[in-house]
C-alpha cells in the first residue's frame, strides 16, 4: 500500500531560522513522484516543489529544497531563511506512475515567529 | 487567468439534505479531482475523472456522486447517506500522465446541522 507519513504535526521557527519539515512514503513501485504544498488559512492549496523518483539532484525552487533520501523513503521539505507568511500547513504528497492520484500525508503545522 | 472555480465559499444544509459543490476550471485539464480534508487527516481522494463522461472512485467515495458531462466541469453531490459530510472540499485538476501540474480550487467548506 501506498503511504506518506508526516511525524510532526507542528513546528515553530524563528524568523530568518531554516526549518526542516518530515516526511517519510512508502511505495512499491520504483517510478513515483513527491510533491509539497503550502496551505494558508485562506484553503487554497499551493504548489511549493517537485522531485521525481529518478532525479538525480535534489529538486530547489527559491527558499525551498527537498531533501531526498530515497533509501531512507525521506523527502524532508527545507524552508530557507523562513519569513513570516510562511506560516501556514505544509503537506507532503506521492503520486505512483501507475495511478493517477495524489495520496497526501496528514500535515505539518508551520508557525513563524519574530 | 486560468484557473478552478469551487463555489460557494461555504456552504450550511440540514442533516437529510443533499447538496452540490461546484467545481469549473478553464485550463482546458483532462483530470479533475475531488478530496475531503478533515482535521488532522490531510487530504482524502473522493471521486476522480481522466476524461469526460468517465470517472473512478476514490478511497472514501461512499456517499458521494458526481458527474462529467463537460471537460470544465465536475460536481460534487454529498448525499443524505454520507455519515458525517461536515468538511471542507477541495477540487483539483491537471494534464494525465503530467508529473506535476495539480491545480487546486480555494475549497468549499460545507457544514451540515
Known amino acids: 500500500a501506498q503511504k506518506i507519513t508526516q511525524t510532526q504535526p507542528g513546528m515553530f521557527v524563528q524568523e530568518k531560522e531554516a526549518v526542516t519539515l518530515d516526511c517519510t512514503y512508502d511505495?512499491?513501485?520504483?517510478?513515483?513522484?513527491l510533491f509539497w504544498y503550502k496551505q494558508p488559512s485562506s484553503g487554497e492549496m499551493i504548489f511549493l516543489i517537485y522531485q521525481g523518483s529518478y532525479d538525480q539532484q535534489n529538486a530547489t525552487e527559491g527558499r525551498y529544497s527537498l531533501n531526498f533520501q530515497k533509501a531512507r523513503k525521506s523527502a524532508n521539505l527545507v524552508i530557507s531563511a523562513s519569513q513570516l507568511g510562511d506560516s501556514a500547513m505544509y503537506f507532503c504528497?506521492?503520486?505512483?506512475?501507475?495511478?493517477?492520484?495524489?495520496?497526501f500525508g496528514t500535515g505539518t503545522r508551520l508557525q513563524v515567529f519574530p | 487567468d486560468g484557473g478552478i472555480t469551487q463555489s460557494p465559499k461555504y456552504l450550511f444544509r440540514k442533516e437529510g439534505q443533499n447538496v452540490t459543490l461546484s467545481c469549473e476550471q478553464n485550463?482546458?485539464?483532462?483530470?479533475m479531482y475531488w478530496y475531503r480534508q478533515d482535521p488532522g487527516q490531510g487530504l482524502r481522494l473522493i471521486y476522480y475523472s481522466q476524461i469526460v463522461n468517465d470517472f473512478q472512485k476514490g478511497d472514501i467515495a461512499e456517499g458521494y456522486s458526481v458527474s462529467r458531462e463537460k471537460k470544465e466541469s465536475f460536481p460534487l453531490t454529498v448525499t443524505s447517506a454520507q455519515k458525517n459530510p461536515t468538511a471542507f472540499y477541495l477540487c483539483?485538476?491537471?494534464?494525465?500522465?503530467?508529473?506535476?501540474?495539480?491545480?487546486f480550487g480555494s475549497g468549499t467548506r460545507l457544514t451540515v446541522v
Open positions: 511505495t512499491s513501485d520504483p517510478s513515483y513522484g
Open positions: 485550463l482546458n485539464h483532462d483530470a
Open positions: 483539483a485538476s491537471k494534464i494525465p500522465g503530467s508529473t506535476r501540474g495539480y491545480t
Open positions: 504528497a506521492m503520486k505512483t506512475y501507475n495511478t493517477d492520484k495524489l495520496i
